[in-house]
């Protein structure tokens, strides 16, 4: 090309290659408990009474021991639990069971201090300590699938049996230690004409009996009338 002459050039064209990003967002298995007791927490039959210690999600993720501990408190301060803690006093007084506290105001605050306290122990120490120690998961996992007959079984046996924190099902050391802990404890403050290591044990069977009558309910009736519970549905793993 020589100097002044014009020079004609073809278009130049650069192709970009397109840059994609994928992102993947997963949650860790801490706080997907998390969430899930944030639905447990939410979960009340009728829309009142506390129906917390329910897992609906049949591939729960194990709570660590803080989230046992949060699950416990927040189930032994819920104003419910007060005002079925205030109703059991009443009854007890007017039956006058536990006849050494006496009556009047100073005999059904002693009434109500006792229940509230077994509550407290009971809650603590069979579902947040000793779950926390023994590395067991103190929900129910509702069933809800199978034959009404398997169905029945299931919640039966789950007033003796559990879900470890390693996700396999083994003896409910737990609540069955937290019934005779709390048993236990609560004579330090019964009167003493109805404290009675007999009594202990009795009340720890009549416990694992409610339990299994409880997880009936739940399969069958409670799950209906629980408002906010979650439903869950089944993910395949790759």
């Known amino acids: ?107 059904y605050g002693k009434r109500f201090g006792a229940a509230y306290a077994d509550s407290v122990s009971f809650t603590f120490i069979g579902s947040a300590i000793l779950p926390s120690l023994l590395k067991q998961d103190p929900r129910y996992f509702y069933k809800g699938t199978g034959t009404r007959r398997s169905r029945i079984f299931y919640a039966i046996a789950n007033a003796v049996i559990c879900k470890g924190d390693n996700g396999h099902w083994q003896t409910n050391y737990s609540g069955l230690l937290g019934s005779l802990a709390a048993g236990g404890i609560s004579n330090l403050y019964y009167p003493a004409t109805d404290r009675d290591a007999k009594v202990t044990f009795e009340n720890t069977l009549i416990a694992i009996g409610s339990t299994a009558a409880n997880n009936i309910l739940q399969e069958f009736v409670i799950r209906k009338l629980t408002r906010n519970a979650p439903t869950y549905t089944a993910v395949a793993k790759p």
């Open 1 to 107: 090309m020589r100097s002044g002459e014009d020079c004609i050039v073809p278009p130049v064209e650069m192709t970009v290659s397109e840059a994609v990003s994928e992102v993947k967002v997963s949650l860790t298995p801490v706080e997907e408990a998390e969430a899930e007791i944030k639905d447990e927490e939410k979960q009340r039959v009728l829309g009142v009474i506390p129906n917390f210690y329910v897992t609906y999600n049949p591939a729960a993720v194990h709570l660590n021991p803080k989230q046992k501990f949060e699950l416990a408190w927040k189930a032994t301060v819920d104003p419910v639990n007060f005002g079925l803690t205030a109703a059991v006093a009443g009854i007890q007084q007017a039956a006058n069971q536990f006849s050494g506290y006496g009556q009047g105001a100073q005999g």
